[in-house]
């Protein structure tokens, strides 16, 4: 239980303090890498590795955060699924749902991959995984089973691993941390690349015209962790006390994009000790 505890007070971190104290213990700061990137024995780059997101990517969970003034182009179906998120629904992943993707590109959370030959696994924090089969030659279903990473497909582009989702879910799913929605017509394009040894790189394509007028873009950059960093097991759904105490929406967020509060009340006085 003890690691339960600690993953609990990392994700009320996330929520509740300032970015700069939430980035300490999550992310890390960028480096200077002399090395190439490792490849493997068919010739493509290995992203293989566990990731820590840089320290100064802002607004950490938030999907708009390369778009002017953090504001997504939403339709007026768009603008009603927001609403609806904020004021009627609880955070999914505070549920034990997965977020699925593009939602885990832009958490503060590390990751991990796995390359093979012809697969690729990303591994989460909440034990959560996808594997991708890695594919030129695989279309898309007719109609795919909707999910909550959708119906993925790998191909390499050169040194860029291009993944291509559609088929996901539109219920009990946020689109990042701030409450933002996605349909079942949403389509994700992943470009990922590793420019060097010591960094992973990600372009993401959002499409869903559903609900957003346009497309837009995502981009966001890790860097290669310790060697002894690793994932452990977590239960999520075991003894949640939390979830009966959750509040509608993300709560408040603040100028920069980021979801939490801006400055915390300080914490009353412990009670006198009974004699």
Known sequence: MRFRATTAVALLVLVFLPARAAAQGLTAPDVKSSKPAPRTADG????????????????VGNIAKDLPGHKLPFTPAGEAAWKHNVTATIDPESLCIPGGIPRHNASALPFEVLQGSNKLAFLYWYTYFRVIP???KRKHSEDP???FF????GRWDGDTLVIDSIGFKDTQ????????PHSDALHVVERWTRPDYDHIHVETLIEDPKFYTKSF??????????PSDQLHEYACSENNVDRDHLQFGPGPIRPDGTRGFEKLAPLPPPLPEKK
Not at 150 to 153: A, C, I, N, T, V
Not at 173 to 180: G, H, K, L, Y
């Open 44 to 59: 493509h780059p290995d992203l293989s590795g566990y990731w820590r997101g840089l320290r100064d990517t802002t607004p």
């Open 134 to 136: 890695i594919d030129a």
């Open 145 to 147: 089973d909707p999910s």
């Open 150 to 153: 959708g119906e993925e497909l």
């Open 173 to 180: 799913v946020w689109i990042d941390e701030n409450a933002n």
């Open 217 to 226: 873009n995502y981009s966001r950059t890790w860097v290669l962790g310790k």
